[in-house]
């Protein structure tokens, strides 16, 4: 017989018959009963109304049978606050039963309730065990005063628990002190005070214990040794003399937290001999990391990327070991890719372009590509092994998988921009696949390789102009590449065709589009074509700068911060902790530390950001020569593009096609947020419902004279628990005078919610590198909240209606002209229209909706009363929470205004 | 930096379903976890790449795929990732150890309250406590469900097992009495290769594992040598690794019963027991001919076992007419492989298969067949891939002196590891 059983009951009335069980005087019926109940928990039933007589089962000899009921207290305890009280006398009894289990177990269960009276009474037994003889309850005491800090801080420092929790880092028991230390870090990050302050003293202390603890132990104490500030090369030689042998256990999180230590402690050593020493000693356990579960070793490979940046002789050698396996999951071997890119050199090109070259014949796409671009990049970065990627890209090429072949040409291009004139003989091949591009990448790049070499391939016009024809569905970025390239053929080779092609780009540009940034180009073209042809030859046929290959590379700064940062989630998303960390509190406090730091955004997995941002903004600041159009902003043509990453095609141009900056399409006027002028800031924005979303419509209006990047958004808590589903907001970076438009999609984050009466307010929090935090208020529609689920059955609501309290009814000054156009607009807003009849005896007829509020999940009910065409209305409202009355009446009078 | 690595421990089934909640800090409901149902799981953008870490609002979520089960630790802020993915994967074994079974949804609800038991002892506010089945075996004394579980037998509670378990020595109890010492090492080498389709090596490694029995009275040290070709090892929690690192002698109070000693891995001179010669001819669009040679490259005296050889072949394959001349093969559909298996392949002998193979005309256009790897897998017990070799194996118990005597037995294994053949 197995503990399955407990699952099966589904059948009505359960919670009566438990309450039978529960009170049952034989006590396996009990057991049963008890278990029955956890299992109804677990799946998510809700058992909280058998709070008393599961209470009445605390008292029992039966261990196993306790630890269930503590278990199920600590889930409901706050839901019952008066009842949980009924627990303290066996809490407080049990805290000094001789078992010393069933002292740390009480004194564990108790830390967890966050019910004030309980707490109160917690300090004492906290108290004594602290004090416990026995190791097991001290280092479950020692926890405990980090549960009592994140219920009630104050109460900590009165009776001195922190001081009792510093003297057990000197302890005798090595799990006592590893607890007492994790404890304290925990405060640490609560509070965001420094809570350790190690000493020397404590640091022996530390070192000494890391011998003798457990696995998890280890790790606390190394996580804390790496946090160790000193700048001593002594303390640095003795910490790592005694993390060292750490790498080799067989745990990895033991393992990396080690290498943390050592990769600290190396930039604080001065002896190059012991650095070197400790290097070699790294490479294994960072090999060894590899053997673990895909979901570690993915974890792995994220910080070996930062190593590898860091020091990359550890692994210089290793290349080999990062070498995909058939069955790897696809996320392992997309970052094994990474790494084969970064150790790539001449001494392993030939092995590992035969790796890449493997992969690009694989089945999975993206891994396709990325294998594709690989190539490119170690081309662009290994100048003696260009031919040779070159040769392979060829050989891919010719295979003519459509995906390979697109992917094939944009990265050609990357390698023509690193050696110009150098492989040209390769274009010939590249035109054979013309008819099979259909990415606008991979179009674009194929145009600008004509228009770049229109002088050297004979027949540059033909082909431009087969493009040409269909100029007008072409994606911008395409659009805008064939207007430059032509440009480009008819200063190189201004024959009649392309003067003809010439006038048809540009009238095409400016009188057949919509798109601001094509328009401005085309007319600079035209303006400096018809002014000074030299003048336009010198900006549109520049020497353009050599690029280089800095996809994933993070810039100094941020790498050391990371570093400090290893195993943690900052490494694996490879940003700070202050991009995703949540709490408002930390965000505050470590604004004005985060202006100092300029970092480029990397593709990262989960928290996806714009890899294109950072540069379109640089791109700006190397003004134009000529001030053609009298205008502030708008690049100047390729004249002086600043060299940048593989990979995008709009440096190019030098240009800007992120579509967010320069007088993008106008958006619809918003109220505005904000204006702080001294930071040169407007924010605008709505909250609405989108695709059966709530979204944050915001509008950002950059007006000070540098370019706005690194926006965040962050919600305090608020009635509904809004907030952004990513902190970091996907815009690119905002040139000065320009303005970017966001829909951020938004979610209900339940421990977000505010208890007490329903408000509209949230407050919100923007962040930006340059201006830092800046807050405002706004108020959240209902309208935006209300869910295409929410309608009940006609006798669902009858019977609420007719339970639920009535409510003062409101008359709202609106006029209906059409009751049917106003059914559709109430429906379409998700307020459900259950019924429409005539009020007998008057003439006025009623309607009656209702919807469901998100994030809360409340039901509202509504009764419209108005005449057709006779202004005013009164609108009945009732719901279980009758504070959203207001707000519903809101609703109501915006859907139908 | 938080250690604090899971709010939250969920296990769900392959559905979603919620088999096990536990929450450590009440600042997660739920609610969250039902997010990572909806918006990970059966998440509907599948352009984006599933990584196992995502970050929702103030949430992140790491999570781990084991047989039909997902296990997830919901944490905030800016959490130990790689003690989160640790702790699960210890959590894995534990359950294991303890069901004696695998971890899977059947046997998680039908031990559920044993795994809330466990789940207190483990974790603690989020920080992980004690994970070793050995020692939670000492506290937690409820068995698995393949005992019943009303007739089991309830072991009295040891007053000291509190002491033990936060003790330096916490791995072993004092007083463990056996008539006959006994101690047994087995070590078991798997061995990684991937060859290219001409034949080049292109990685190939040995993944060493010792793994020890000890029927072992009282507290015995145990002093194990190795000739120091070893390049990488890990120990178990009780080898002392100071000493190891000094002296390169494995030195340890070991657990009771069965337990990994260590790991090691070996690049260099790595001996691989099978030679792989694929020949693999599209002829035309629908006929193949396959030719796979295997030589063994070991002593006469030994031979390999339960070898299974995976020959892919293409989507569209309708038969396969085959020859071995050793052991049996067949077309697997399901597989879309080839599959040969030989029970016993003599040392410094060879056998081939050859096929040939229909296949199914299509009138479409199609993609050119990947050619997936040919993949092996086989046992050769008395054998050593790499060059490690057990040099002694001491045994001492200070209170017992030379009265103490020990059977020592030593065996060796090589097992494939991923044993891949590219063609």
Redesign the interface.
Known sequence: ????K??STTKKGEIHEFKEELRSLEK?KKKDGV?KV??A????KDVAMLFPDMMNCMQTEDL?LK??VY?YC??YA?TQPDLAIMAVNTFVKDSQDP???IR??AV?TM??I?VDKITEYLCDPLQRCLKDD????R??AA?CV??LF?INPELVDDRGFLDQLRDLLSDA????VA?AL?AL??IQ?ISGKDMLQLSQNTLMKLLTAL??C???GQ??IL?ALA?FETRDPRDAEKIAERV???M??????????AIKVILRMMDICQSADLVAAWSKKMA??L??LL??????Q???LR?INLVVQKRPSILANEV??F?C???DP??VK?EKLEIMIKLASDKNID?VL??FK?YA???DV?FVRKAVRAIGRCAVSIERAAEKCINVLLELIK?K?NYVVQEGVIVIKDIFRRYPNRYENIIATLCENLDSLDEPEAKASMVWIIGEYAERIDNADELLETFLDTFPEENSMVQLQLLTSTVKLFLKKPTESAQKMISLVLSCATNETDNPDLRDRAFIYWRLLSTDPEAAKDVVLAQKPVITDDVGNLDQGLLDQLLR?V???????HKP?EM????QR?AVQKADELQDHQFEEEEV????STSTAAVAAAATSAAPQVDLLNLDSGGPEAAAAPPRAVGGIDDLLGGLDISSTSSSTPAPQLPVLLSDPSKGLVIQGKILRQGGTVTYALVIINSSASPLDGLMLQTNRSTFGL???NVVLQVPSIAPSSTATALVPM??????ILPGAASSKLEVAMKTNQAGVLYFADAVPLASLLEESGGIEGQAFLNAWKTLPPETPQRLQLTVFNIESAKQRLQAANLFVLAHRPVPGTSQEALYLTGKVGGINVQVLVEVRLTVGVPGMDVSFKSERTDLATMTFEAVAQILA | ????SAHAIYFFNLRG?????R??????????AE?FRTQILNSKDSS?????????????F????HADVYILCI?????????A??????LVSLFKSYFGGDLNE?NI??????I??LL?EAM??G??????PTILKS?IF?KG?SI???EKKKEK?DPN???Q????V?WRKEGIKYKKNEVFLDLVEQVNL?M?SNGTI??S?V?GRIMMKCLLSDMPELRVGLNDKV???????CV???T??AQKVITFVPPDGEF?L??Y?CHDGVSLPFKVLPVINEMGRTRLEVNVQIKAAFSSKIYGINMTILVPVPDNTAKANLLVTNGKAKYDATKKALVWKISKFMGESDHSLRAEVTLVATTKEK??W?R??ISMQFQVPMLSASSVRVAYLKILERKMGSEYHVDKWVRKVVKSG?Y?I?T
């Open positions: 017989m197995s503990d399955g407990y699952f396996s278990k956890i299992a928990m677990t799946v998510g196993e630890k269930l278990l600590q889930n706050k078992n010393p289990l740390a177990l564990r830390g967890c966050r026995d190791p097991y309850v280092k479950t926890i980090a549960k994140d028991n090595p799990m006592v607890n994790a870090q925990e990050e011998n003798d457990t696995e998890w790790v606390f996580d946090g060292l042998p750490r080799q256990h067989v745990n990895s999180a033991v393992v990396l937290s294994p356990p090999v060894t053997g673990a579960e895909p979901e570690v993915y974890v792995a910080n080999k070991v070498f396996k058939y069955n696809i996320y997309m092995q035969l790796e493997e014949q694989e089945v993206d295979a998988v940062q195993a943690t989630l900052s490494s694996v998303y902790p995703f960390v949540s709490r930390l997995p989960g928290a996806a907030g952004p589903v979610l209900y984050d339940s421990t977000k | 930096m938080a250690l604090s379903d919620i088999l096990i909640e929450r450590y800090r009440d600042d997660v409901t739920r609610d969250v997010n984006a790449i599933q990584t196992p870490v995502r970050t929702l609002g103030s949430c992140t790491m999570h781990l795929r944490s905030k802020n800016n959490p130990n990732v790689m003690l993915f640790s702790f699960m994967t210890s059947a609800q039908n031990n559920f309250v044993l809330y038991e207190d603690d506010f920080l992980p406590q004690i994970t070793d506290l409820q469900s019943d579980f009303f509670a097992a509190t002491l378990v936060t003790g330096a916490s991937l290219s292109l990685t490694d993944q390049e990488d090892a890990t120990f178990h929690q002392n690794l100071s190891y690192e990994e260590m790991k891995r993609k050119p990947v997936p790897p991923e891949i590219r």
